[in-house]
T-cell receptor, first 111, second 112 residues
Framework: SQQGEEDPQALSIQEGENATMNCSYK?????LQWYRQNSGRGLVHLIL?????REKHSGRLRVTLDTSKKSSSLLITASRAADTASYFC???????????FGAGTRLTVKP | DGGITQSPKYLFRKEGQNVTLSCEQN?????MYWYRQDPGQGLRLIYY???????QKGDIAEGYSVSREKKESFPLTVTSAQKNPTAFYLC???????????FGDGTRLSIL
């Protein structure tokens, strides 16, 4: 069963705009990760945020985590056409040694 | 250059045939994983291994088998018992289960 669920399923924006994707999960977690997948390729890790952290930044990426709401968001600022990809959240949870991925958000950035 | 390599990139299976997908990593990672991805979907865990000679079933292990005889290698066999094998298969590895996973570029399996 999948642990994380992303919202929206698809997002289309213009270059230069910000893109926000959300992830909700069901049980307590150790950490939450965001990955990116270009069409037909493997996933690439973007950011890991631990359950005791509330916000992390990496370049144009900002991730927040609200454990009380069991949700996370990924913000991509000043988007570029090259950001076009699918974005997945993945969660592990206590007493488990594997991760579960959501169905992803397909982001299209129009030049 | 360290990384994770999957082969072949494309694979075709005939009815009743077993096929094996290769996954090799030179990252010295202990944990390795196999996922299945269907069009427009997320990843579903087939099998994972935390250490050599040990592996556990994921959510959709039926019709698949794995081995972990070497740290670097985690081959996946899609058996004839898997009635709907057409999918994109992704292999990943990590230092340990709580760390980021590194992915290969996948094998696309189709039925002839």
């Amino acid at each position: 069963s999948q642990q994380g669920e992303e919202d929206p399923q698809a997002l289309s924006i213009q270059e230069g705009e910000n893109a926000t994707m959300n992830c909700s999960y069901k049980t307590s977690i150790n950490n939450l990760q965001w990955y990116r997948q270009n069409s037909g390729r493997g996933l690439v890790h973007l950011i890991l945020i631990r359950s005791n952290e509330r916000e992390k930044h990496s370049g144009r990426l900002r991730v927040t985590l609200d454990t009380s709401k069991k949700s996370s968001s990924l913000l991509i600022t000043a988007s570029r056409a090259a950001d076009t990809a699918s974005y997945f959240c993945a969660t592990d949870y206590y007493n488990n040694n594997d991760m579960r991925f959501g169905a992803g958000t397909r982001l299209t950035v129009k030049p | 250059d360290g990384g994770i390599t999957q082969s072949p990139k494309y694979l075709f299976r005939k009815e009743g045939q077993n096929v094996t997908l290769s996954c090799e990593q030179n990252l010295n990672h202990d944990a390795m994983y196999w996922y299945r991805q269907d069009p427009g979907q997320g990843l579903r865990l087939i099998y994972y291994s935390q250490i050599v000679n040990d592996f556990q079933k994921g959510d959709i292990a039926e019709g698949y088998s794995v081995s972990r005889e070497k740290k670097e290698s985690f081959p996946l066999t899609v058996t004839s018992a898997q009635k709907n094998p057409t999918a994109f298969y992704l292999c990943a590895s990590s230092i340990d289960p709580n760390q980021p996973q590194h992915f290969g570029d996948g094998t696309r399996l189709s039925i002839l």
